[in-house]
């Protein structure tokens, strides 16, 4: 079994930069692509980076050039690098990882999940 913990959300004004973390616990050998969602009130959770064990991204248009992802499989560790945030990326930010190894848009296909950090991006 898998525990992933995010940290790092918090409350910043628009333009600014935060960095979420996501640390995984357990069985961690068993997880392959691991990726960042969010899910905004009243939307439905979307894909925002995603990356593989062998380090190939995926970010959604929305995030691309303003989001980095990475990885480090030696600490057990996802980051998400968040710059130039506005308005539209306030939601609550969930990680994921999966036995799988491609990147997968459907949030049903991962196997694990964190709790979530919010982010609020105040304009």
């Known amino acids: 079994q898998v525990q992933l913990v995010e940290s790092g959300g918090g409350l910043v004004q628009a333009g600014g930069s935060l960095k979420l973390s996501c640390a995984a616990s357990g069985s961690f050998f068993s997880i392959n692509a691991m990726a960042w969602y969010r899910q905004a009130p009243g939307k439905e959770r979307e894909l925002v980076a995603g990356i593989t064990r062998d380090e190939n991204t995926y970010y959604a248009d929305s995030v691309k050039g303003r989001f980095t992802i990475s990885r480090d499989n030696a600490k057990n560790t996802l980051s998400l690098q968040m710059n130039s945030l506005n308005a539209e990326d306030t939601a609550m930010y969930y990680c994921?990882?999966?036995?799988?190894?491609?990147?997968?848009?459907?949030?049903?296909?991962?196997?694990?999940w964190g709790q979530g950090t919010q982010v609020t991006v105040s304009s």
């Open positions: 994921a990882g999966d036995s799988g190894y491609e990147i997968r848009n459907d949030p049903h296909e991962y196997d694990y």
